[in-house]
């Protein structure tokens, strides 16, 4: 079977390499392979504290994804030969006034009620954890379970295991997919070249919902929402400057603060509906510096080491579209959100199964595309998830 993947970020790498691992023939097509939202994501792997309400379904998704995550880096990390930058430093969510703190409170609370693990901590016992905290915490969220990988070089060291897998690498943009006889058969690149193959996997990111020649009835509903994340440099020493994850909700926004070892501090992220804007703002700077500094007073004495802003792809009810679309010969590997890093070794699983058998793994079925009926506008509207 040969796979044409539109699309080489994270999540079409790893479909690319598991697909290569069953014995298919995988051709990428993207312009910069490696590259995409991963390149701005801070990397949490956050099942627990990203937990929202009405989101229980996708929870299932996210901890089934989780808790492959370090047999999957561990095998990636052996056949590329690089580090990806996993650390199992768990995350602590703390509240810095009374509205945070009875928000994180209803938050221990549902993730009670979903069976998961997370322990209330005092403002003290939060100090006394993360020293850099700011005296203000008034409580927080202990959750050992939520880990980090490190977005960019879990990007490398995919590309390098797709090469090693024989994956082949067409640097040029998707234009438009080909279709014949009531099914797709390849795709149209924008150096005129045609593509044909068995199976086409549509992992786009936010750019999914633009590929020309998509009927309208399967096309992703898949929209950009903005993203701006700050780098900064940690001082060396032997004490760390932060140990483990730490996020809050401050005025209503969320901000989180993720030390890397070799040093960085990814310091994230706005959240805007500005279509296809990825520009770096003063205002999105001061926003995350200003929320972060009430966090942890000390980090606004730290190099700023890089700004960058990306698109994440977000679907209607923040959930990926994963599997076989209406039209055969199509399958759909986009739409993750927030969650596109911890989403990546289940769904490179789930992918490769449906191009091997024609059907998505339990675990994946809730995520169908099908999910979305289409008016006959073409306007998609939601089916709820089954839970």
Known sequence: MHVVMVGGGV????????????????????????????????????????????????????LASAERYAAFAAELSEVSGQDVGYRACGTLAVALDADDRAHLRELHALQQRCGLTSQWLTGRECRRLEPMLAPGVRGGLRVDGDHQVDPR??????????????????????????????????????????LACDQVVLAGGSESGRLAGVPDDVLPPVRPVKGQVLRLRMPPGPAPFLSRTVRAVVRGGQVYLVPRTDGELVVGATSEELGWDTTVTAGGVYELLRDAHELVPGLTELPLAETRAGLRPCSPDNAPLLGPTALPGLQLATGHHRNGVLLTPVTGDALAASLATGELPEVARPFTPRRFAHTAAGAPVRQELPV
């Open 153 to 194: 070089r879990l990007a490398a060291a995919l590309l390098t295991a797709c090469a090693a897998a024989g994956v082949v690498f067409r640097r040029a943009r998707a234009q438009r997919l080909l279709v014949g006889g009531d099914r797709a058969r390849g795709v149209l690149l924008a150096d005129g070249a045609e």
């Open 11 to 62: 999540i079409g790498l790893v479909t690319a390499w598991r697909a290569a691992q069953r014995g298919m023939r995988v051709t990428v097509v993207d312009p910069e392979p490696g590259g995409g939202a991963a390149r701005v994501a801070a990397g949490m792997l956050a099942a627990v504290t990203e937990l929202h309400f009405g989101e229980e379904t996708l929870l299932t998704l996210n």
